[in-house]
């Protein structure tokens, strides 16, 4: 069975910074590219970080350029995000996702992906 299982979440006050990390279980996912996504309350899901199978590519949506790393350890199976100078409009669900496409670029959109997370809480307070 595949599993992604997301961590690191929590609560932080504006300016600090957390790193969530997600390990895939049931599969290696070392040849396929993954990504973070994320949803707030009311909102739809949207795209955050997307890296490629090899690290070598990395993608982030505009809002959070200069503040996240997405970065991967194919070795461990596992992709991280590490986000600094947190604001409270960063406050979602934080979900980890993985593609099934052999040594893929990063994706951006959520069909784009075959597995994901149950999500990790991160809330900003301002």
């Known amino acids: 069975q595949v599993q992604l299982v997301e961590s690191g979440g929590g609560l932080v006050q504006a300016g600090g910074s957390l790193r969530l990390s997600c390990a895939a279980s049931g599969r290696t996912f070392s040849r396929h590219a993954m990504g973070w996504f994320r949803q707030a309350p009311g909102k739809e899901r949207e795209f955050v970080a997307g890296i490629s199978w090899s690290g070598g590519s990395t993608y982030y949506t505009d809002s959070v350029k200069g503040r996240f790393t997405i970065s991967r350890e194919n070795a461990k199976n596992a992709v991280y995000l590490q986000m600094n100078s947190l604001k409270p409009e960063d406050t979602a669900v934080y979900f980890c996702?993985?593609?099934?496409?052999?040594?893929?670029?990063?994706?951006?959109?959520?069909?784009?992906?075959?597995?994901w997370g149950q999500g990790t809480q991160v809330t900003v307070s301002s």
């Open positions: 996702a993985a593609d099934n496409t052999d040594w893929g670029d990063y994706r951006i959109r959520p069909y784009e992906y075959d597995y």
